[in-house]
């Protein structure tokens, strides 16, 4: 896979761009322990038939109790894009569907019991002088560390609604809002890391043709 900056080395910077959370070795094998199977890399592909290049990314992930990871994909405006493919699972938590698009946010996120980690990148399918495929740019627009969710005056500690969003902090203490354009995307992201034994998509939408066909259809997962 080739990026825009495919000509200088790899920062770190760029790799959680490219590459989504980079969590430590623990947290992966607990993820993997526990079945749970989040997808963040994106490709270009070639469309034949429409004699372009896309990018493909993988809708994926779900929860255990204790620990959950989720990715899926918005437009840049924020939209629930149609998949191209709906999974069927062998197994909850693991792949969901996919898409394609010359443009697509990702929504990257990890729970660690009632702590999150948030990252929301940009990709981008960027032409190059005298090459027919083009360069992949990715651009991290948003990336929190160990968000909590908000306590409620007056009420006792407990489970919180995927309507409630963690609270993240820079290591100064400053408050980190979430871009307002992305904030429906997250908190669906948010109840993908939190949704037990998830067998359907939380972001992507079905096409057209089958919304229509299945009136009130709702996510089971």
């Not at 270009?44 to 620990?67: F, H, K, N």
């Not at 999974?87 to 898409?99: D, F, I, K, M, R």
């Not at 698009?101 to 980690?117: A, E, K, T």
């Amino acid at each position: 896979m080739q990026t825009v900056q495919s000509k200088t080395p790899l920062t770190r910077r760029r790799v959680v761009a490219l590459r989504g959370l980079r969590l430590p070795r623990i947290a992966l094998q607990q993820l993997a322990k526990c079945g749970i199977y989040c997808q963040p890399a994106v490709s270009i592909e070639y469309q034949q038939q429409a004699d372009r290049y896309v990018i493909l990314g993988r809708e994926s992930g779900g929860a255990v109790t204790d620990i959950g990871a989720y990715c899926g994909f918005v437009s840049l405006s924020g939209q629930p894009p149609e998949w191209v493919s709906r999974v069927e699972p062998l197994a909850p938590n693991g792949v969901h569907s996919t898409v394609v698009s010359p443009s697509l946010i990702r929504i990257h996120v990890f729970r660690n019991q009632g702590s999150f980690d948030l990252l929301i990148t940009r990709h981008e399918l960027i032409a190059q002088p005298e090459r027919q495929r083009p360069a992949l740019h990715n651009r991290i627009l948003f990336h929190g560390a160990g968000g909590t969710l908000p306590q409620l005056p007056g009420l006792p500690q407990q489970p919180r609604t995927p309507e409630v969003l963690p609270e993240f902090r820079s290591r100064s203490g400053d408050a980190m809002p979430v871009p307002a354009i992305y904030l429906e995307a997250v908190r669906a992201a948010i109840a993908g890391a939190r949704c037990l034994g998830c067998l359907s998509p939380h972001l992507l939408a079905p096409p057209c043709q089958e919304r229509c066909a299945i009136p009130g259809e709702s996510h089971a997962g």
